[in-house]
Each structure stands twice: as structure tokens, then as C-alpha cells.
């Protein structure tokens, strides 16, 4: 049996349970905030969205959709390789000042992103990423977000791909080790912030990398505007003048960015160039659509001007506040990451904590495997700058009352 066919296989029973028990999507008829009123005329207070920071509801942003649908219609249906509507040029130039000069492409999302660069960097034809003669070989993290995963066929056709855990760091070093010896080149990939807890120590990895000749890859969606004084995401943030020219960075324009998209951001000029003319969904696809790509240029905006740094300290006091009425074995205490996860156990545990917490007016996500690992199941929280701490407090009280069986 294939390994997808056994994942799905082990996963079927409680996921199928999940979404038989009305649990998951939600129809929803209005929002207001985080407010949401639902088609069956429930009201509900979200920890789902990650949209981190608000900017999707805000009204300037909204207004630039209108503005750009107006200006060109809903959508360009051609690949902007023929004709683009100028808000493409804009948003580059923007972003290129987000992530402090290194050069930006923008796609319909992040899967998109890197279903367009990772066929590219393994080819070995990317400028400024040459590729040993005897081919790639990948290390992946097993925290790696599935729409890196799922490309490991795709990745399968250049080199061998290997799984490892990037929190131990010896094993992470002797298999970059082991692919250097081979005479092949490592391209090590890794979520930068994992969407269901942790962060990689970025510097680490692409110092590891850049010693034994190699490329690291981070996909930065939960890191995208949520670090630094532009919201350059965790790795420019973290990394600062540190770091590797030796890496490709992917961040999403969806999540805390408030828009919809992925964005690449490379070291060389020429491998934007490069990644435009001869990446399968930038020159065969059409473009991100209109109304996103207007959102995204006030968004961009928005974090040039102060304006998101200004809601990560919102966000921050947020996170500081429910970690605060916790002990510290919930999954990110203390971390500067918007995510956070409260551990159930077995995965039919997770679906009832859901629904309960439903019951006490909140929606969470009932995070279970293939996503995080097979008995660890959690409830996940997407915590906001524009939650109000009325919120973190009633939500904090629901969990311990609804999981951890303590009084509100
Ligand atoms: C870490 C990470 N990478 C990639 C994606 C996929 O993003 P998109 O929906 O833009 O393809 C997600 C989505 O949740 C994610 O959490």
C-alpha cells in the first residue's frame, strides 16, 4: 500500500466522524470581527481564522477590493506573462520594501508558490541556486506543512527525499552530511513557524546548509506579518543581516497579511526573472485575482507604515494573556507566535472539546491526524489582535471546563 493510501486509511475514522457530526464547516451567514452568525442563526466568537492580525475585516482594505474591481473587473484571465494590471507591478515594488530588497513573486496562494519554485530549484536551473552534477537531495522536516509534502513525488524525480525531525539537530546535521558526501546538493525544507506549534531555528538550519554548499527553504505563512517592525515575517525578522543568501523564503498573503496569496522572496534578481518566464502556475496559470491583489497592495501599505507593527503588540498582549491563565504545558506558552494548542489526546476527545466549546459560543479547530501525529489530537487556537481580552478569557474558562474538566 502507497503511504497516502495508509494515511488516509488510519485517518479516516476519526475524520469522517468530524465532519458527520457537524462539526466542521460551519455555513456562515455573517461576520463582524470575530464575531461570526451562522446560516442555523448561531453567533460564535472564532479562534480559527489566521488572519492574526485583523487586516481582512478592516475597512481600507476592503475598500481597495472595490477600488481595484472597479478599475479592472473581478478578474484578468491571462497569464500575467501577456498582460497584467499595473496593481501587480505595485504590490512587487512594495513588498520587495517589506522584505528588505530581496525580490518577491507573487501567486494565487502558497501552494501555488511552491508548486511553482521547487520543481525550478531542484532543476538546477535557477539563477543564483546551482545544483551539484549528481543532482539534489532533500531533507524535509516531518512538521512540514502537507503542501510541501505532497510534492515529495515531484521532488522524488530529482533526488532522494528524506524525512527528519528539525528539532533534533544532530540527526537534522548527519543527513545533510550523508547527502553532501554523495556529491549531491541538500535543499532543506521546513515550516519557519509550524502551524501546529513550534518554531525551527532558521539560523541554524541555513548556516548548516550554506556550509556544506546546500539551499534552505522555509515556508513562512504563519510568520508573514506577524514578526518584525514591517511584518517581513519570522525568518527576515529573526534572521536579520545573519542571514544566508542561500535561501528561498515563502510566505502567504492570506493569513495574518489579510489578502489572498503566496509570495516568494529570492536572494537573486535573476531567479525572479527566472521563476516568472518558466514556472508552471506564474506562466501557464492566471493570475491571483483582482480584488486580492488590491487587497494586497493597501496591505502592504499598511505594514510600511507602522500600522501592523502597532497590531503585533495588540496580538502580543493577546497571546500574553491567555498563556497567562495557563500553566505552561499548552503547545506555544510564551511564544511570540499567534498559534496555540491545547493537547487532548485521542482524536474522538478532540471532536467532543470542539463541540462543547461550540456549546459555550467558540469555535476552535479540532486539529487531528495526518495533521499533527495519531493519539496527539488538540484543539488549536488562532489567537487575534482584534480578539478582545472579554474573549481570551471566556475561551480560556470554556476550555478548562470543557477538556481539562476544571471549573470556569
Ligand atoms: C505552513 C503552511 N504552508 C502552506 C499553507 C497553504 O497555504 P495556501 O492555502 O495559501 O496554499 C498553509 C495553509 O494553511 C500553511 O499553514
Not at 497569464?79 to 507591478?89: D, E, P, Q
Not at 485575482?289 to 499598511?302: D, E
Request: aromatic fraction near 8%; include cysteine; charge should be neutral.
Amino acid at each position: 500500500m502507497n503511504y497516502l493510501a495508509k494515511r488516509l486509511m488510519v485517518a479516516k475514522l476519526h475524520q469522517d466522524a468530524i465532519w458527520d457530526s457537524g462539526v466542521n464547516e460551519l455555513d456562515v451567514a455573517a461576520v463582524e470581527g470575530k464575531r461570526v452568525k451562522l446560516v442555523d442563526g448561531r453567533k460564535l466568537t472564532e479562534f480559527v481564522s489566521c488572519s492574526y492580525l485583523g487586516l481582512d475585516q478592516r475597512q481600507d482594505i476592503r475598500d481597495a477590493a472595490h477600488s481595484a474591481i472597479d478599475l479592472f473587473g473581478v478578474q484578468m484571465s491571462a497569464a500575467r506573462t501577456r498582460i497584467r494590471a499595473a496593481l501587480f507591478g505595485q504590490l512587487d515594488d512594495l513588498l520587495m520594501s517589506i522584505l528588505g530588497g530581496w525580490y518577491p513573486v507573487t501567486f494565487n496562494s502558497v501552494s501555488s508558490a511552491h508548486l511553482a519554485i521547487v520543481p525550478l530549484l531542484a532543476s538546477g536551473e535557477l539563477p543564483g541556486y546551482p545544483i551539484a552534477q549528481n543532482g539534489p537531495g532533500f531533507i524535509m522536516d516531518k512538521c512540514t506543512h502537507a503542501s510541501l509534502q505532497a510534492l515529495r513525488a515531484i521532488m522524488a524525480q530529482f533526488g532522494p527525499v528524506e524525512r527528519v525531525d528539525f528539532q533534533n539537530f544532530d540527526n537534522t546535521m548527519a543527513a545533510c552530511e550523508r547527502i553532501a558526501a554523495s556529491g549531491k546538493t541538500i535543499i532543506a525544507l521546513c515550516d519557519s513557524v509550524g502551524s501546529m506549534g513550534g518554531t525551527v531555528d532558521i539560523l541554524a538550519v541555513s548556516a548548516l546548509t550554506d556550509r556544506l554548499g546546500g539551499f534552505s527553504y522555509f515556508d513562512d505563512a504563519h510568520g508573514t506579518s506577524v514578526f518584525g517592525q514591517r511584518g517581513q515575517g519570522f525568518v527576515f525578522h529573526t534572521g536579520q543581516t545573519r542571514l544566508s543568501e542561500k535561501i528561498i523564503v515563502v510566505g502567504s498573503l492570506s493569513k495574518a497579511f489579510g489578502a489572498t496569496g503566496g509570495v516568494v522572496a529570492l536572494s537573486d534578481a535573476g531567479a525572479a526573472k527566472y521563476l516568472k518566464r518558466y514556472s508552471v502556475p506564474y506562466a501557464f496559470g492566471g493570475p491571483p485575482s483582482i480584488p486580492a491583489v488590491g487587497s494586497a497592495v493597501a496591505s502592504a501599505n499598511l505594514h510600511l507604515d507602522g500600522t501592523v507593527h502597532a497590531l503585533q503588540s495588540e496580538l502580543r498582549k493577546n497571546t500574553s494573556l491567555f498563556d497567562s491563565l495557563f500553566s505552561a504545558d499548552i503547545v506555544n506558552s510564551g511564544s511570540q507566535s499567534p498559534i496555540r494548542g491545547i493537547v487532548v489526546g485521542e482524536e474522538f476527545r478532540a471532536i467532543d472539546a470542539a463541540r462543547v466549546l461550540q456549546r459555550h459560543g467558540f469555535v476552535t479547530t479540532a486539529a487531528m491526524y495526518p495533521t499533527v501525529e495519531l493519539g496527539k489530537a488538540m484543539i488549536r487556537l488562532a489567537i487575534s489582535a482584534t480578539h478582545t481580552s472579554d474573549d481570551i478569557r471566556g475561551v480560556a474558562r470554556a476550555i478548562k471546563s470543557a477538556i481539562q474538566g476544571r471549573p470556569g
